[in-house]
């Protein structure tokens, strides 16, 4: 294999996980846009440990709408993307992290797995297994500064790109 192949999958890796992540934190509402319209979305739920299945952008969306990630936050201990050995111009993507809910702290690590294909605009999520880590559950402790604390927040859609131009941002063509 290549080193410019191998690069050109870390580069396409690291900006996929920095984009999806924050969309995540900051505009959970867009998280969807980075799916393929006919798409597999694959969750174990946390307290019924069912598995669950959708197939299309708009479940995804409905989805993550029931989740309500605007109740989370997560971060990102390792990534890692490799070539798909099936078919080219598609890459796994590995991710471990935490997610923190904000109301209490709790924090669970996790593992998500992505398959993303290159599409004429960039790159799209067409699989996504997502797992919680068992026995990984701490509660953390936040502390916030008088200034911190007092400070607005900066309105989320002065800070990121439109969905359009998230995709345009992980085109790599």
């Not at 109301?103 to 797992?131: H, M």
């Not at 900066?154 to 969905?163: C, F, K, Q, T, W």
Request: hydrophobic fraction near 35%; proline fraction near 4%.
């Amino acid at each position: 294999m290549s080193a410019e192949k191998t690069n050109n999958e870390e580069i396409v890796s690291r900006a996929f996980v920095k984009q999806y992540y924050h969309t995540l934190n900051e505009s959970p509402q867009f998280l969807h846009m980075f799916y393929k319209d006919y798409c597999l979305l694959n969750r174990l739920g946390s307290l019924t440990h069912v598995k669950k299945t959708v197939w299309t952008r708009k479940d995804v969306k409905d989805e993550f709408l029931a989740v309500k990630f605007e109740d989370f936050t997560a971060e990102i201990e390792t990534s890692l993307g490799v070539p798909y050995p099936v078919e080219h111009s598609r890459i796994i993507v590995f991710v471990n992290g935490h997610l923190t809910r904000k109301k209490d702290n709790v924090r669970n690590r996790f593992t998500q797995t992505f398959l993303l294909a290159q599409q004429d605009n960039g790159f799209c999520v067409v699989n996504d297994i997502f797992r919680f880590k068992k026995g990984q559950t701490q509660t953390q402790t936040c502390f916030l500064t008088e200034t911190e604390s007092k400070s607005e927040p900066e309105p989320v859609a002065s800070r990121l790109p439109l969905p359009d131009e998230l995709i345009r941002e992980l085109s790599f063509t």
